[in-house]
């Protein structure tokens, strides 16, 4: 069954190499790297700072705070695609760690 991560996968597949004057995605990557992390940083921004909007807000803060996690995510999925990695990568890292405390998953990465 198809989910709209998958959808969102083959869609930037099929537009990696695209035109970058009519595909968004195609000029993200001819840009490069580095375009493609400072957009993944200014989305999160944005999300953090609608998140403090939302604590408190109305409907429409919590709207906002919606929209900016997809545009975060959206371009979080484009930096995994640009590496050669896809959603499903992270979704398996996240069945791994599925039961296991978050501070033992953490000490095991860190050393401690």
Known sequence: MSTILDQ???SLADRRHGDADTSYVAGLHQRGLNKILEKVGEE???AILAARDAEHGDERTRQALINETADLWFHSLVMLSH???DHRDVLEELAR???ISGLTEKASRTGG
């Open 8 to 10: 969102l996968d083959q």
């Open 44 to 46: 999160a921004v944005e």
């Open 83 to 85: 590496l050669g990695l």
């Open 97 to 99: 760690r599925q039961g």
